[in-house]
């Protein structure tokens, strides 16, 4: 088995950032442990191709990281889902060629270090960025990244202009991640639409009374 040029990269983006950030801010010290954690995640794989897009996404999860934990040890915990979420981009269906999947992983990730460096309680934003990050991984296509882009961006701007209003992130993640899965808004398998519906019968005479008033002539 050889190793691949992309896991190698990939390690080197997230130890670089992290060996940044400790030596920024040495009480962050122990977010190097999950550092490890995602090295081991990557380096399982170290024979399979990542491709360049993952990479960068892995770049962008660790970078914002790295940003937050230099700057404040109560955001250093944001390795937490640092680590899964790298799990989440290795192991998912992202194809070698997904520039733009990888491209807006990294910046989301990005925009959430951004807004830690500025207010450490922020950092909790990094739960639906890890959520957000494995649905854009798992996307056969650009619309939902696109979208998730979009929700994203949005929010963020509203996030950095008013030095708050973090609530947008969940709803920021469910715009992106659902709204525009397939289009318009679809429903989960096996869920029933049933908000406009009246009062059924559902006894066995109830049932017959239904199918014989369908068949009596109008």
């Not at 659902?178 to 808004?185: D, K, N, Q, S, T």
């Amino acid at each position: 088995m050889t190793i691949k040029a992309t896991s190698v990269l990939a390690i080197l983006a997230i130890w670089g950032a992290m060996i940044a950030a400790v030596f920024r801010n040495p009480d962050a010290w122990w977010a190097l442990f999950f550092a490890f954690l995602a090295t081991g995640a990557v380096g399982i794989s170290a024979g399979r191709r990542l491709g360049l897009p993952r990479v960068l996404a892995i770049a962008g999860i660790w970078g914002g990281t790295a940003a937050a934990a230099a700057s404040h040890t109560d955001a250093a915990w944001m390795a937490v889902f640092a680590f899964v979420a790298t799990g989440a981009v290795v192991y998912s269906r992202m194809k070698r060629d997904a520039f733009v999947h990888g491209l807006v992983i990294g910046g989301l990730w990005a925009l959430v270090g951004a807004l830690t460096v500025r207010d450490a309680s922020a950092a909790w934003i990094a739960i639906f960025a890890f959520l957000t990050a494995a649905s854009i991984a798992n996307s056969r296509d650009v619309t939902r990244p696109l979208a998730a882009a979009l929700a994203w961006g949005a929010a963020g701007a509203v996030m950095l202009a008013t030095d708050g209003n973090y609530w947008l992130s969940p709803i920021a993640f469910l715009v992106g991640s659902f709204v525009f899965r397939h289009g318009p808004l679809t429903m989960p398998r096996r869920f029933e639409w049933d908000l406009f519906d009246g009062d059924k019968d559902d006894t066995i005479e109830g049932q017959w009374r239904s199918v014989h008033d369908a068949e009596r002539p109008k």
